[in-house]
C-alpha cells in the first residue's frame, strides 16, 4: 500500500506557457501533500505543503502566484507552473501523508515518481 | 531554521567494501528517515528510526540513531553495483510536519 502517482512524467514547454502536475495517493487518504523540487546534483527542496481543502503552506522564496497549489480532495494534489521560463526547469517531486499536523514523530511521506519539466 | 547536513556528498567505493554515511541535524529530531535515489528516480523511501539510540538492519545496510537524536548513520557492508544511486537523510524537528533533507551522498560502486 501507499502508491502516490505523477502525471504526466516527463514534460516539454514553451516558455510562457502554463504546465500542471498532478500528484494522486492511489490507495490512501492524504490528509497532507508535499511538493518538493530537485535540481540537478542537488537534494530536494520543500516548496510548499498543502492540506485537503485549505490554502497551501508555502517555503520562504517560493512564489505562490507562479506555483498554484491545489488539494481538492484527499487523493489529488495539483502544481501549475505559471508562465513558465527556462530556470523553472527542474524535476518535482510530490509526497503524501496519511496523517496531519502534530504527528511528527510517525509520519511517513510517500513520494511519488516525479516530474521532470524542461522549459525551452 | 533546522538544518541537516550529510556527509560525504560522494563516496566512490570498491564492490566488496563498507562505507558509511553520516547525518548530523543542528537540532534534536523527533524521528530521522532514510531515502534512496537511484540515478533518474524518485527518492524511495528506506526506513525511519524514532528512539534513541535505535539501530536497524536491512540485510547489508545499518542504520543508526544518536542518542542525543541529532545524528544518525548508515553503514553498507559488502558494497555491491546495485547499491549506487544517492542516500539520503531526512529529519522531522520536534512538532514539525516537515522534512529536512540532508544534501545527500552520491554513492558510486568500481567493480
Known amino acids: 500500500g501507499a502508491v502516490v502517482s505523477q502525471h504526466p512524467s516527463w514534460v516539454i514547454c514553451k516558455s510562457g506557457t502554463s504546465v500542471k502536475i498532478e500528484c494522486r495517493s492511489l490507495d490512501f487518504q492524504a490528509t497532507t501533500m508535499f511538493w518538493y523540487r530537485q535540481f540537478p546534483k542537488q537534494s530536494l527542496m520543500l516548496m510548499a505543503t498543502?492540506?485537503?481543502?485549505?490554502?497551501?503552506?508555502?517555503e520562504q522564496g517560493v512564489e505562490k502566484d507562479k506555483f498554484l497549489i491545489n488539494h481538492a480532495s484527499l487523493t489529488l494534489s495539483t502544481l501549475t507552473v505559471t508562465s513558465a521560463h527556462p530556470e523553472d526547469s527542474s524535476f518535482y517531486i510530490c509526497s503524501a501523508s496519511k496523517t496531519g499536523f502534530g504527528l511528527a514523530g510517525e509520519e511517513t511521506q510517500y513520494f511519488g515518481p516525479g516530474t521532470r519539466l524542461l522549459v525551452l | 531554521g533546522q538544518q541537516v547536513m550529510q556527509i560525504p556528498q560522494y563516496q566512490h567505493v570498491q564492490e566488496g567494501e563498507d562505507f558509511t554515511t553520516y547525518c548530523n541535524s543542528s537540532t534534536t529530531l523527533s524521528n530521522i528517515q532514510w531515502y534512496k535515489q537511484r540515478p533518474g528516480g524518485h527518492p524511495v523511501f528506506l526506513i525511519q528510526?524514532?528512539?534513541?539510540?535505535e539501530v536497524k538492519k536491512q540485510k547489508r545496510l545499518t542504520f543508526q540513531f544518536g542518542e542525543a537524536k541529532k545524528n544518525s548513520s548508515l553503514h553498507i557492508t559488502a558494497t555491491q553495483t546495485t547499491d549506487v544511486g544517492t542516500y539520503f537523510c531526512?529529519?522531522?524537528?520536534?512538532?514539525?510536519?516537515?522534512?529536512?533533507f540532508g544534501a545527500g551522498t552520491t554513492v558510486t560502486v568500481r567493480a
Open positions: 531526512a529529519g522531522h524537528a520536534f512538532n514539525d510536519y516537515k522534512l529536512s
Open positions: 528510526l524514532v528512539k534513541s539510540g
Open positions: 498543502s492540506n485537503e481543502g485549505s490554502k497551501a503552506t508555502y
